[in-house]
């Protein structure tokens, strides 16, 4: 009997599907490049979230946000749910299941305890050598505080990745040297050259864990979800990361200037709203710093802010190429599925805009998305839309089960021909305690158009990619689209019926 294969899933955090080496930006991804070359990489996967705890609700059940809960960050997954999820079918299936990093799948800043790890309230509850289960996987080690826009607190206020770096007591000293900003300091207070020693930073920690993970592997077939924190902002790299790429060599948002004319009236509302203090607080805004304020994007900031970006994901790519070569050497490396994704993008600078929100521009929607593993066919590039919601499917795929009734679909068909898409699908409840607005943001991409719809005032925007690659004239309103908005308001019908309701708010991430 065939040996069951090992599922490595590998994301990153807002990591633009323009910012890996073969779509031509100049950042420089050698190891997540060669998950493509010896495999398939797609070209038009887009995240069924902007935010971080909604979209990796998605790739753990398999669901759209509408119909797991979580359609916001601050929302808390139903443990039912996550657990009939990825590490669930794979742990029931007689798999050695792991998460190691970034989990943001329960809500971390809550306004009371939820009982969760991932609570800042809570953490103080589970043991230092508490290890799972979570989640559906049996084993687990993770951060509480995966970014440094947030204070440091020492344990017991703490999980796995807080409990090492503090290990000799030094924690909050290397919470805030990684703050330390190094001359030259940089155009834009977002992005820095950090002052804390590269051995200290996540990135290296979760690839130690992986590592370690694969080198004790057993008679067990391995399934891991390897998660890491970076690019998310503040942008912010040791060195030598943080000076890989000069300020001249990396390729900027091509237009920078906030153009809120002929774009949908919640744009406007959000940009202005953005503008005021952030309500979130001091648990958010270490230092009295407002993270949520973009600063002025200037050309000099931009290319600070993008080359710290491109330094940041090149650090995790040294980690991929780690966790390859530590398969390779256990012989593994032929019986596994390696995927590649990130959980959602990042403006960037694109229109004027920087992090995230309710405008899904390419930049924000498309995320990196590569698989190699046995019989998946080399050098392969898919441009068929797909989502992250497909990863449960698709690894259930290639290991031989069954996976739970969800959205998402197996890759399979894509690369053996058996099977085309013709659209892919997000959506997102906005609401206006955290983001100024209330709407149902429901959008489609296509192989050609992006078209994004607020199901309360049946108003939108549609941009026609091919034609127009940077999204800047809308075309929503324009008669003469008026059948590509039919079509592609068909398309967002055609969503299952099974929406359950809205998870209560619990705090805000």
């Not at 742990?91 to 971390?108: V, W």
């Not at 009982?115 to 687990?140: H, I, L, Q």
């Not at 890759?411 to 892919?424: C, I, N, Q, V, Y």
């Not at 305690?433 to 549609?462: C, F, I, K, P, Q």
Request: hydrophobic letters at 35%.
């Amino acid at each position: 009997m065939r040996q069951k294969p090992n599922i490595i899933l590998i994301s990153t955090d807002q990591q633009r599907g323009d910012c890996i080496g073969p779509e031509g930006r100049g950042v420089r991804t050698p190891h997540i490049d060669s998950i493509g070359a010896n495999g398939v990489r797609f070209s038009k996967c887009v995240s069924p979230h902007p935010m971080c705890q909604p979209a990796r609700a998605s790739i753990l059940t398999g669901k759209l946000p509408y119909s797991h809960g979580v359609r916001d960050n601050g929302r808390d997954l139903d443990e039912t749910l996550a657990e009939a999820g990825l590490g669930g079918t794979f742990s029931r299936a007689g798999y050695d299941t792991h998460f190691i990093g970034k989990a943001h799948l329960s809500s971390q800043q809550t306004f009371e305890p939820t009982g969760r790890p991932e609570c800042y309230k809570s953490a103080k509850d589970f043991a230092p050598d508490w290890s799972g289960a979570y989640m559906g996987f049996d084993n687990v080690q993770m951060m509480l505080r995966p970014h440094h826009h947030t204070q440091w607190y020492a344990p017991p206020e703490a999980l796995h990745y807080e409990y090492w770096l503090d290990q000799d007591g030094k924690g909050q000293a290397r919470w805030d040297k990684a703050k330390e900003r190094l001359s030259p300091d940089t155009a834009h207070f977002q992005a820095w050259r950090s002052g804390l020693d590269a051995e200290w930073h996540s990135s290296p920690w979760i690839g130690d864990r992986a590592v370690e993970m694969i080198e004790a592997k057993g008679d067990k077939p391995l399934m891991a979800w390897v998660s890491f924190p970076d690019p998310h902002p503040p942008f912010l790299s040791p060195e030598p990361w943080c000076d890989m790429y000069a300020p001249d060599e990396v390729t900027i948002a091509p237009h920078p200037e906030l153009d809120l004319d002929n774009r949908p009236w919640w744009h406007k509302a959000f940009v202005e709203d953005r503008a005021k203090p952030i309500k979130q607080g001091s648990e958010h805004n270490a230092g009295g710093i407002d993270w949520g304020q973009k600063g002025e994007l200037t050309e000099a900031a931009l290319r600070d802010i993008t080359r710290i970006y491109f330094g940041m994901i090149s650090s995790v790519d040294q980690q991929v190429g780690r966790i390859l070569e530590a398969l390779r050497a256990k012989g593994e490396l032929e019986n596994t599925y390696v995927i590649f994704i990130s959980d959602h993008g990042e403006w960037l600078g694109d229109h004027g805009l920087l992090l995230k929100g309710p405008m899904l521009y390419d930049g924000l929607l498309r995320v990196p998305c590569l698989i190699q593993g046995p019989e998946v066919p080399a050098g392969r590039v898919i441009d068929d839309p797909v989502g992250t919601v497909d990863v449960l499917a698709t690894a259930a795929d290639m290991a031989g089960l069954a996976a739970p009734e969800g959205h998402g679909r197996s890759w399979r068909g894509l690369w053996d021909g058996s099977e085309s898409r013709d659209f892919a699908l997000s959506e997102y409840e906005v609401d206006s305690l955290r983001s100024a607005v209330d709407m149902d943001l429901v959008t489609v991409r296509s192989a050609r158009y992006r078209m994004s719809t607020d199901l309360r005032t049946d108003t939108g925007e549609l941009y026609d990619l091919q034609e127009d690659p940077d999204e800047m004239v809308n075309l929503f309103d324009d008669p003469g689209y008026h059948s590509i908005r039919k079509e592609h308001s068909e398309m967002i019908r055609s969503r299952p019926d099974d929406m359950i309701p809205v998870s209560p708010r619990v705090g805000w991430h």
